[in-house]
Protein backbone atom coordinates (compact mmCIF):
# COMPACT_ATOMS: atom_id res chain seq x y z
CA UNK A 1 0.00 0.00 0.00
CA UNK A 2 2.66 2.23 0.78
CA UNK A 3 3.52 4.24 -2.53
CA UNK A 4 4.82 1.54 -1.54
CA UNK A 5 12.52 10.85 -5.22
CA UNK A 6 19.97 19.27 -8.93
CA UNK A 7 23.12 18.70 -10.45
CA UNK A 8 25.74 15.41 -9.98
CA UNK A 9 28.37 15.84 -7.71
CA UNK A 10 31.94 14.18 -7.62
CA UNK A 11 32.65 11.86 -4.81
CA UNK A 12 35.55 10.23 -3.22
CA UNK A 13 35.83 7.18 -1.41
CA UNK A 14 36.47 7.74 2.23
CA UNK A 15 36.41 4.65 5.36
CA UNK A 16 34.00 5.32 7.95
CA UNK A 17 33.88 4.56 11.40
CA UNK A 18 30.05 2.66 11.06
CA UNK A 19 28.31 0.63 8.65
CA UNK A 20 26.58 3.20 6.64
CA UNK A 21 25.02 3.27 2.89
CA UNK A 22 27.66 3.68 0.83
CA UNK A 23 31.27 4.88 1.45
CA UNK A 24 30.98 8.55 -0.72
CA UNK A 25 32.14 11.62 1.06
CA UNK A 26 29.95 14.46 -0.75
CA UNK A 27 31.99 17.53 -1.28
CA UNK A 28 30.39 20.86 -0.74
CA UNK A 29 28.59 19.84 2.39
CA UNK A 30 28.71 20.81 5.80
CA UNK A 31 29.51 18.39 8.30
CA UNK A 32 26.76 16.37 9.43
CA UNK A 33 25.39 15.89 13.20
CA UNK A 34 24.70 12.62 13.86
CA UNK A 35 21.03 12.32 15.61
CA UNK A 36 20.80 13.18 19.23
CA UNK A 37 21.53 9.80 21.58
CA UNK A 38 19.64 9.05 24.73
CA UNK A 39 21.16 9.20 28.37
CA UNK A 40 21.50 5.41 27.52
CA UNK A 41 23.53 5.87 24.40
CA UNK A 42 20.65 4.23 22.49
CA UNK A 43 19.46 6.17 19.00
CA UNK A 44 16.26 8.25 19.05
CA UNK A 45 12.79 6.01 18.05
CA UNK A 46 13.56 7.44 14.76
CA UNK A 47 16.47 8.79 13.58
CA UNK A 48 18.24 9.61 10.12
CA UNK A 49 21.90 10.55 9.50
CA UNK A 50 23.46 12.59 6.67
CA UNK A 51 20.87 11.09 4.16
CA UNK A 52 22.07 12.18 0.08
CA UNK A 53 19.36 10.53 -2.37
CA UNK A 54 19.17 11.58 -6.12
CA UNK A 55 16.74 11.45 -8.92
CA UNK A 56 18.66 9.75 -11.99
CA UNK A 57 21.94 12.59 -11.83
CA UNK A 58 19.60 15.04 -9.88
CA UNK A 59 20.89 15.54 -6.37
CA UNK A 60 18.28 16.33 -4.06
CA UNK A 61 18.96 15.28 -0.47
CA UNK A 62 22.10 17.04 0.69
CA UNK A 63 22.94 15.78 3.84
CA UNK A 64 19.51 15.84 6.19
CA UNK A 65 20.26 14.33 9.46
CA UNK A 66 17.44 14.45 12.27
CA UNK A 67 15.51 12.76 14.73
CA UNK A 68 11.98 11.84 16.33
CA UNK A 69 11.23 11.13 19.73
CA UNK A 70 8.82 8.46 20.23
CA UNK A 71 5.13 10.00 20.21
CA UNK A 72 6.72 13.30 18.41
CA UNK A 73 4.75 15.05 15.72
CA UNK A 74 7.10 16.90 13.78
CA UNK A 75 6.37 19.50 10.67
CA UNK A 76 9.06 18.72 7.75
CA UNK A 77 8.69 22.39 6.11
CA UNK A 78 10.00 24.26 3.33
CA UNK A 79 9.84 25.69 -0.27
CA UNK A 80 8.43 24.24 -3.27
CA UNK A 81 11.55 22.04 -4.18
CA UNK A 82 13.29 22.00 -0.86
CA UNK A 83 13.53 18.05 -1.07
CA UNK A 84 10.51 17.23 1.74
CA UNK A 85 8.71 14.43 0.16
CA UNK A 86 11.68 13.47 -1.27
CA UNK A 87 13.16 12.91 1.76
CA UNK A 88 9.84 11.67 2.98
CA UNK A 89 10.10 8.76 0.45
CA UNK A 90 13.80 7.99 0.93
CA UNK A 91 12.96 7.33 4.78
CA UNK A 92 9.68 5.11 3.48
CA UNK A 93 12.12 3.42 1.21
CA UNK A 94 10.42 3.61 -2.04
CA UNK A 95 12.84 3.24 -5.01
CA UNK A 96 12.37 7.14 -5.97
CA UNK A 97 14.53 8.60 -5.41
CA UNK A 98 17.93 6.59 -4.67
CA UNK A 99 18.90 6.57 -1.55
CA UNK A 100 23.06 6.95 -1.52
CA UNK A 101 24.51 7.66 1.21
CA UNK A 102 22.84 7.80 5.36
CA UNK A 103 21.51 5.74 7.53
CA UNK A 104 17.77 5.27 8.49
CA UNK A 105 17.05 3.67 11.83
CA UNK A 106 13.08 3.05 13.25
CA UNK A 107 13.18 1.50 16.93
CA UNK A 108 16.80 0.16 16.38
CA UNK A 109 16.20 -1.50 13.64
CA UNK A 110 18.16 0.23 10.22
CA UNK A 111 15.46 1.15 7.55
CA UNK A 112 18.59 2.16 5.07
CA UNK A 113 19.05 -1.70 5.02
CA UNK A 114 15.38 -2.48 3.69
CA UNK A 115 13.16 -2.07 0.57
CA UNK A 116 9.83 -0.04 1.03
CA UNK A 117 8.06 -3.79 1.56
CA UNK A 118 10.12 -4.27 4.31
CA UNK A 119 10.09 -0.97 5.86
CA UNK A 120 6.55 -1.50 5.75
CA UNK A 121 6.41 -4.29 7.75
CA UNK A 122 8.57 -3.26 9.99
CA UNK A 123 5.68 -0.37 10.72
CA UNK A 124 6.32 2.44 8.19
CA UNK A 125 3.10 3.96 7.17
CA UNK A 126 3.23 6.36 3.85
CA UNK A 127 0.43 8.39 3.04
CA UNK A 128 1.58 9.54 -0.08
CA UNK A 129 0.16 13.19 -1.85
CA UNK A 130 -1.62 11.35 -4.67
CA UNK A 131 -3.31 9.07 -1.96
CA UNK A 132 -2.89 6.33 -4.54
CA UNK A 133 -6.88 4.86 -4.15
CA UNK A 134 -7.21 1.66 -6.25
CA UNK A 135 -9.65 2.30 -8.88
CA UNK A 136 -12.69 -0.46 -9.28
CA UNK A 137 -12.51 -1.47 -5.59
CA UNK A 138 -14.79 0.37 -2.83
CA UNK A 139 -14.04 1.94 0.26
CA UNK A 140 -13.80 -1.44 2.55
CA UNK A 141 -11.97 -3.37 0.05
CA UNK A 142 -9.55 -0.52 -0.33
CA UNK A 143 -9.07 -1.06 3.57
CA UNK A 144 -9.32 -4.76 3.32
CA UNK A 145 -6.78 -5.11 0.88
CA UNK A 146 -4.21 -3.39 3.56
CA UNK A 147 -5.60 -6.40 5.70
CA UNK A 148 -4.52 -8.80 3.75
CA UNK A 149 -1.09 -9.64 5.47
CA UNK A 150 0.17 -9.28 8.91
CA UNK A 151 1.01 -7.31 11.17
CA UNK A 152 -2.37 -5.93 11.43
CA UNK A 153 -3.07 -2.39 12.59
CA UNK A 154 -6.86 -0.58 13.50
CA UNK A 155 -9.87 -2.75 13.07
CA UNK A 156 -12.21 -1.57 9.71
CA UNK A 157 -14.84 -0.26 12.49
CA UNK A 158 -12.52 1.43 14.52
CA UNK A 159 -11.30 3.31 11.33
CA UNK A 160 -15.16 4.03 10.82
CA UNK A 161 -15.36 5.64 13.99
CA UNK A 162 -12.42 7.71 13.00
CA UNK A 163 -14.12 8.62 9.97
CA UNK A 164 -18.01 8.66 9.80
CA UNK A 165 -18.26 9.66 6.22
CA UNK A 166 -16.33 6.46 5.63
CA UNK A 167 -18.44 4.20 7.05
CA UNK A 168 -21.08 5.91 5.64
CA UNK A 169 -19.67 5.22 1.97
CA UNK A 170 -18.22 1.92 2.43
CA UNK A 171 -19.69 0.39 -0.31
CA UNK A 172 -18.65 3.05 -2.66
CA UNK A 173 -15.91 2.93 -5.20
CA UNK A 174 -13.16 4.76 -3.55
CA UNK A 175 -11.67 7.14 -6.37
CA UNK A 176 -15.44 8.46 -6.86
CA UNK A 177 -15.36 10.20 -3.12
CA UNK A 178 -14.84 13.41 -2.92
CA UNK A 179 -11.05 14.67 -2.75
CA UNK A 180 -11.54 15.14 1.18
CA UNK A 181 -13.07 11.61 1.83
CA UNK A 182 -10.22 10.15 -0.55
CA UNK A 183 -7.66 11.54 1.97
CA UNK A 184 -9.97 10.08 4.81
CA UNK A 185 -9.20 6.86 3.47
CA UNK A 186 -5.70 7.12 2.34
CA UNK A 187 -4.95 7.37 6.11
CA UNK A 188 -7.41 5.28 7.29
CA UNK A 189 -5.57 2.44 4.88
CA UNK A 190 -2.33 3.40 6.49
CA UNK A 191 -3.83 3.01 9.98
CA UNK A 192 -5.19 -0.44 9.13
CA UNK A 193 -1.33 -1.85 9.34
CA UNK A 194 0.55 -1.78 12.71
CA UNK A 195 2.36 1.47 12.15
CA UNK A 196 4.90 3.20 14.42
CA UNK A 197 5.59 6.16 12.47
CA UNK A 198 3.03 7.31 10.20
CA UNK A 199 4.40 9.68 7.25
CA UNK A 200 2.20 12.08 5.75
CA UNK A 201 2.97 13.76 2.30
CA UNK A 202 1.02 16.80 1.86
CA UNK A 203 -2.68 15.65 3.65
CA UNK A 204 -4.72 19.27 2.94
CA UNK A 205 -3.03 19.38 -0.77
CA UNK A 206 -6.46 20.42 -2.91
CA UNK A 207 -8.59 20.37 -0.08
CA UNK A 208 -11.41 23.49 1.07
CA UNK A 209 -10.84 25.03 3.81
CA UNK A 210 -13.34 23.26 5.85
CA UNK A 211 -12.25 19.91 4.77
CA UNK A 212 -8.82 20.85 6.05
CA UNK A 213 -10.37 21.51 9.30
CA UNK A 214 -11.61 18.19 9.09
CA UNK A 215 -8.48 16.84 8.50
CA UNK A 216 -7.13 18.47 11.14
CA UNK A 217 -9.24 17.23 13.81
CA UNK A 218 -8.46 13.84 12.78
CA UNK A 219 -4.99 14.02 13.08
CA UNK A 220 -5.50 15.80 16.53
CA UNK A 221 -7.41 12.43 17.25
CA UNK A 222 -3.91 10.50 16.03
CA UNK A 223 -1.54 12.42 17.65
CA UNK A 224 -3.85 12.17 21.27
CA UNK A 225 -2.91 8.16 20.66
CA UNK A 226 0.90 9.34 21.00
CA UNK A 227 1.94 7.98 17.29
CA UNK A 228 4.97 9.10 16.05
CA UNK A 229 4.61 11.35 12.76
CA UNK A 230 6.52 13.54 10.44
CA UNK A 231 4.09 15.60 8.17
CA UNK A 232 5.19 17.12 4.88
CA UNK A 233 3.13 20.17 4.27
CA UNK A 234 2.55 23.45 2.14
CA UNK A 235 0.26 24.88 4.64
CA UNK A 236 2.92 25.54 7.32
CA UNK A 237 1.00 27.35 9.61
CA UNK A 238 -1.88 24.62 10.05
CA UNK A 239 1.48 21.71 10.32
CA UNK A 240 3.35 23.97 12.82
CA UNK A 241 -0.05 24.67 14.97
CA UNK A 242 -0.23 20.91 14.97
CA UNK A 243 3.58 19.66 15.51
CA UNK A 244 5.59 19.54 18.40
CA UNK A 245 8.69 20.38 16.22
CA UNK A 246 9.47 21.82 12.61
CA UNK A 247 12.25 20.79 10.45
CA UNK A 248 12.94 23.17 7.92
CA UNK A 249 14.55 22.40 4.54
CA UNK A 250 16.42 24.51 1.92
CA UNK A 251 18.00 23.36 -0.94
CA UNK A 252 18.20 19.78 0.46
CA UNK A 253 19.65 20.80 3.71
CA UNK A 254 18.61 21.33 7.25
CA UNK A 255 18.28 24.71 7.78
CA UNK A 256 16.32 24.95 11.05
CA UNK A 257 15.06 21.80 13.85
CA UNK A 258 13.75 23.43 16.26
CA UNK A 259 10.23 23.56 18.53
CA UNK A 260 6.92 24.72 16.35
CA UNK A 261 6.50 27.15 18.57
CA UNK A 262 9.97 29.34 17.01
CA UNK A 263 9.13 29.31 13.49
CA UNK A 264 5.44 30.67 14.26
CA UNK A 265 7.15 33.57 16.15
CA UNK A 266 10.09 34.36 13.48
CA UNK A 267 8.47 35.95 10.63
CA UNK A 268 11.62 36.76 9.17
CA UNK A 269 12.39 33.07 9.34
CA UNK A 270 9.09 32.34 7.84
CA UNK A 271 9.57 34.80 5.20
CA UNK A 272 13.12 33.57 4.21
CA UNK A 273 12.53 30.05 4.18
CA UNK A 274 8.59 29.32 3.77
CA UNK A 275 7.90 32.90 1.73
CA UNK A 276 4.55 33.36 4.38
Same mark, same amino acid.
Given at each position: MSAATFVEEDVETQSKPRQVLGNEQFEGQAPATRPTLTAGGQPAF????????????????????????? =????ALLGRNGAGKTSTLRA???????????????????????MKAHQAAQIGVGLVPEDRRIIQGLTVEENLKLAQIAPPLGWSIERIYDLFPRLGERRNQEGTTLSGGEQQMLAIGRTLARDIKLLLLDEPYEGLAPVIVQEIEKTLEQIKSLGMTTIIVEQNAIAALHMA???????? =?????? =???????????????????
Open positions: FSCWDLHAYYGESYIVQGVSFDVRE =GEIVIARVGDPELKHGEIWLDHKPLHEDRAIILDM =GQVVFD =GKSQEVLDDADMRQQYLAI
